[in-house]
């Protein structure tokens, strides 16, 4: 952009009103969701008609492609698959399935597809379904919410979410309502129900975020009984899950409060491109990372290594870690894992 001669610049995202024709929400959101995903995994970014194409090049509907009267899930699906990712879908039933997977896949870059039911703000009359692409988020509420095992994820802390709505703009505000979203939509209020994650991923992301949340929340049971017992802090830690580069991984570490071989470890480490972070914070303080491969299969370790900011706790974890009976409280096998690693760990 340019003003009487000086080059200007606004960081913003790419926005598709709908077209009728060509592009029905779904079509839209997918567009903008290949916007970042096509920087991210390096995948060409089709345009709406070809996504609508892709969409539809397998349906059994006797109907024509054009004009789109939109697209079902399966759909959306088939045309993630036509640019070489694949989807995954999160059933968000509640308000922590929700936020903890925007959390998880969103804090990495990686949009996720909302898709969900539009009802009238009473709850009388449904509008249709829709579907936007997710782009951010909000941290507003002052503390977490505990889950019935309280554990504390910082995810829950999500009050808003902000997402690509071709019937609204590039960052159409959803607040967070319970286990329902209100959004404003032409000149009504309205409710999002029924909702579902649809995540465009790389096909060698094969470990889902909920293997690693099962897995914190584990291992949370044990740092706790640790926590109380020992006195290492004074509240419960928070959790923060998400995917990540390698690359940032060590990045990060260069600014983070670790000795210089500290540091020096992280950077000189062997990471998968593609890492679960588990991090537990004391406040707003970095406990713990541990760090989980996103790449690897279902059966394995995944469980890569800790990076430990505070020397009592990475103690105490390995002395729990050589007690078989404390491995064995832990039904979770991926906490197992960690548990056994600390256990070898020098």
Not at 191 to 209: C, M, T
Not at 241 to 269: F, H, Q, R, S, W
């Amino acid at each position: 952009m340019n003003l009487f001669g000086l080059r200007l610049s606004v960081t913003t995202i790419a926005f598709q009103e709908q077209d009728t024709v060509v592009a029905a929400c779904a079509t839209s959101a997918l567009w903008a969701a290949f916007q970042g995903t096509g920087v991210l995994f390096h995948h060409g970014i089709p345009s709406p008609v070809e996504i609508t194409r892709a969409a539809t090049a397998y349906s059994d509907e006797e109907t024509r492609t054009f004009p789109s009267v939109g697209l079902s899930a399966a759909q959306m699906a088939q045309a993630i698959r036509s640019v070489s990712l694949e989807p995954y879908l999160v059933q968000a039933k509640d308000r922590h399935a929700l936020t903890s997977a925007v959390f998880g896949y969103v804090a990495g870059h990686i949009p996720a597809l909302l898709l969900g039911e539009l009802w009238e703000v009473s709850g009388r009359e449904r509008v249709g379904l829709h579907a936007v692409a997710v782009l951010g988020y909000s941290l507003g509420l002052p503390a977490s919410l505990p889950l019935p095992t309280g554990t504390l994820l910082r995810s829950s802390r999500i009050n808003k979410i902000y997402a690509h709505d071709d019937q609204v703009g590039p960052f159409a505000r959803m607040d967070v309502d319970g286990d329902q979203l209100r959004t404003s939509w032409g000149n009504g209020q309205f409710v999002f129900r029924n909702s579902r994650l649809l995540v465009p991923l790389y096909n060698k992301v094969r470990i889902p975020f909920g293997t690693i949340q099962n897995a914190v929340l584990s291992l949370d049971v044990v740092i706790e009984m640790l926590r109380q017992h020992l006195n290492l802090f004074q509240n419960r830690l928070e959790w923060e899950i998400n995917i990540t580069l390698g690359n940032d991984i060590k990045k990060e570490a260069l600014a983070l409060p670790l000795t210089d071989d500290g540091k020096m470890d992280v950077v000189l480490t062997h990471f998968p491109r593609f890492v679960w972070r588990a991090r537990a914070l004391d406040g707003t303080t970095p406990v713990l990372d541990l760090l989980f491969d996103a790449t690897d299969i279902a059966q394995g370790e995944l469980f890569l290594r800790p990076i430990e900011y505070h020397c009592d706790l990475g103690e105490c974890l390995r002395f729990v870690g050589g007690r078989p009976g404390f491995i064995q409280f832990c039904r979770d096998q991926v906490a197992r894992n960690v548990l056994k690693w600390y256990a070898n760990a020098p």
